[in-house]
């Protein structure tokens, strides 16, 4: 990157967290970013080779503590410059293809796979997004097109979720008379269902906030519309 895109605190979009709202000790006490040990600039290369691991818990290790270190504003410039990190990559095919970096790649493939993994990697971009200088490398990377996708898989997986429930529900109250344990049953299923939207809503959250940063450009928020996010947001009005 060049000195005269260099990424200064003038240049930031928005200040705060997704999750600013909640107090320092609540932070510590229900983000367990904050039980892990304190992450190094000097130990980023360790970080992303764990990106490249076949177990998502070694995945999930590296993003969060890449995490960790964009979520000081300090390191931002440090991490965009990074080649193995950020730099431009073309699939080795004839065909042609976006440009993409380590961390759009590993969420465009990555993402249905975990809820953790996919809410760092998006709190990642939304650190970055904060920095309308940097919004021309996230364009590149289609970050804006990656987070729409997204929400589009979040928004039918709860549709999904919300068909089965009902088909559990109708289906134990016909068994319920000769089984007395469908009741239990029921209430255990509504429970993991509810923890799982309680994942969802932050994870939506914080898609949204990154494509609302992004839409500062208005030809971003024009693409935006034509890839349907107004439906999107309807789906999510009866969350």
Not at 14 to 30: F, H, I, V
Not at 120 to 127: A, D, E, L, S, V
Request: charged share 30%; glycine share 2%.
């Amino acid at each position: 990157m060049s000195s005269s895109a260099k990424v200064k605190s003038s240049g930031v979009r928005r200040s705060s967290r997704p999750d600013a709202d909640r107090s320092d000790d609540q932070r510590k006490e229900k983000d367990p970013l904050a039980l892990r040990q304190l992450s190094t600039p000097d130990d980023l290369d360790t970080y992303m080779e764990k990106l490249y691991e076949e177990d998502m818990e070694s995945k999930l290790d590296g993003i969060t503590q890449i995490l960790n270190l964009s979520e000081y504003g300090a390191n931002i410039e440090m991490l965009v410059q990074n080649e193995a990190l950020m730099v431009y990559y073309k699939l080795l095919t004839t065909l042609p293809c976006s440009p993409k970096c380590l961390l759009s790649r590993v969420l465009n493939d990555e993402y249905k796979k975990n809820y953790d993994f996919t809410l760092h990697m998006m709190r990642i971009f939304w650190c970055y997004s904060n920095f309308l200088q940097l919004h021309p490398i996230l364009s590149n990377y289609r970050i804006g097109a990656i987070t729409l996708k997204i929400v589009d898989f979040e928004v039918k997986r709860h549709q999904l979720r919300i068909e089965e429930e009902k088909l559990l529900q109708e289906s134990l109250v016909k068994a319920s008379h000769e089984h007395p344990d469908v009741l239990a049953k029921l209430k255990s299923e509504a429970k993991k269902n509810k923890k799982r939207s309680k994942k969802q809503d932050q994870l939506l959250f914080v898609c949204l906030s990154v494509l609302f940063n992004l839409s500062e450009d208005i030809h971003t928020e024009r693409k935006m519309v034509k890839k349907k996010i107004v439906h999107f947001l309807a789906k999510m009005l009866d969350r």
